[in-house]
């Protein structure tokens, strides 16, 4: 690896010697799935008071040694990323808007209280990982590197206060098409009993623990037969939020997109933001503002609501096909995706690959 660029902070590059081999690599990249595989290399800095963030490096993809008293297996202060690179027809490998997961995590990590990470440090991040891991970016189809930036608490201290030494990591895995064969519509289980977050509560921040509150609705929701969950408001259970790591979108029936506004207990996603934009080039009206289940219920059974969707970085964009609540089910369309929905998501992943032209300046060339 000796053309490893080496940004200002990257103090070290450690090659794994037990790295897979060719054949081993293919034999994954063949069929990665998602998450299930990671790549020879993980990313690695600290953070302390007096050192501010230091001893950044690449090293051999492996286990973490945690004292038990480790901070975050017990308070949970940690946060993380999530965005995809791509490879272009012309081999090169593209990342999609990195500054807008690097400016999230900042609010993330103040939210946390934990430190924040300066953009070029994100950005570095991932170009030194993905330098390293070059041969691991699946080509063709629509595969991608996944990349999960964290932050944790790593500090041995069982005191209850922000922790005194933070560690950050970025570690990558090859990811299959979401969907093998086709877009299909799938259905959501309306939680009336939990709420993902709460308000003044961390629903803002990417953080493990908003993850963890959601995992027992989502169980529920598989229980009904439906592969995600959506989330109320939690002071009157009335207005929508999101799913459990998705936003919402509804197409109306003259043609305008309507998302939940921002409550403070919303995930702002990248994906949600850029769908905005990609809408309005289209000539589409965009509208935030809050959307109350009944509405859901209502405009779908009167066809004022022509197509649901969720969307976030994994799956782009998902149709919904309908909202199942304890006593009830209301059916969007006819069973496959709708026209919108899918317009909405071919534009955006014709950006991601390079097919389309970027209008906005949302690709970032990584290697
Ligand atoms: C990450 C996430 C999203 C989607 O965000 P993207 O930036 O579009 O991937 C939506 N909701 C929650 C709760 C999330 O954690």
Redesign the pocket.
């Known amino acids: 690896m000796s053309s490893m660029t080496t940004p200002p902070f990257a103090s070290t590059f450690q090659q794994n010697p037990a790295a897979r081999t060719e054949a081993e690599r293919a034999a994954i990249l063949a069929d990665p799935g998602f998450g299930r595989h990671f790549t020879d290399h993980m990313f690695l800095a600290e953070w302390t008071p007096e050192r501010d963030w230091h001893d950044a490096r690449v090293v051999p993809y492996g286990p973490l040694a945690l004292d038990p008293a480790t901070a975050v297996l017990h308070y949970a202060q940690e946060i993380f990323e999530?965005l995809k690179v791509y490879t272009h027809a012309d081999g090169s490998v593209w990342a999609f808007r990195p500054d807008a997961?690097a400016a999230r995590m900042q609010r993330s990590s103040y939210r946390l209280a934990l430190p924040e990470l300066p953009e070029d440090w994100f950005v570095g991040s991932i170009e030194a990982l993905v330098e390293a891991d070059r041969a691991w970016v699946p080509e063709g189809g629509e595969t991608s590197l996944y990349l999960r930036p964290f932050m944790f608490a790593s500090e041995a201290f069982l005191g209850v206060r922000p922790s005194q030494h933070v560690t950050y990591s970025v570690i990558a895995s090859p990811a299959g098409a979401y969907f093998t064969g086709g877009v299909k519509p799938v259905s959501i289980w309306l939680s009336t009993e939990y709420s993902?977050a709460g308000v003044g509560g961390t629903g803002a921040a990417?953080c493990g623990g908003?993850y963890a509150s959601s995992l027992l609705p989502q169980q529920i929701a598989a229980q009904h037969g439906c592969a995600q969950v959506a989330f109320l408001d939690s002071r009157e259970q009335k207005w929508l939020e999101?799913?459990?790591?998705?936003?919402l979108y509804f197409v109306r029936a003259d043609g305008s997109i309507v998302t939940p506004e921002l409550s403070g207990s919303i995930?702002e996603?990248?994906?949600?933001d850029s769908i905005m934009d990609i809408a309005r080039d289209h000539g589409r009206e965009v509208v935030e503002r809050r959307v109350s289940v009944d509405e859901w219920r209502e405009g779908v059974a009167d066809g004022s609501i022509t197509e649901v969707f969720a969307?976030?970085?994994?799956a782009v964009v998902t149709p919904i096909g309908s909202l199942k609540w304890d006593g009830g089910e209301v059916v969007t369309g006819d069973g496959e995706a709708g026209k919108v929905t899918m317009d909405i998501r071919s534009a955006l992943v014709d950006i991601q690959y390079g097919r389309a032209e970027d209008r906005h300046g949302w690709m970032r060339r990584i290697a």
Do not use: F, I, S
Not at 269 to 272: C, D, E, K
Not at 311 to 314: D, K, L, M
């Open positions: 999530g997961n993902r990417k908003n999101e799913l459990g790591g998705m936003n995930l996603g990248v994906t949600r969307c976030g970085t994994a």
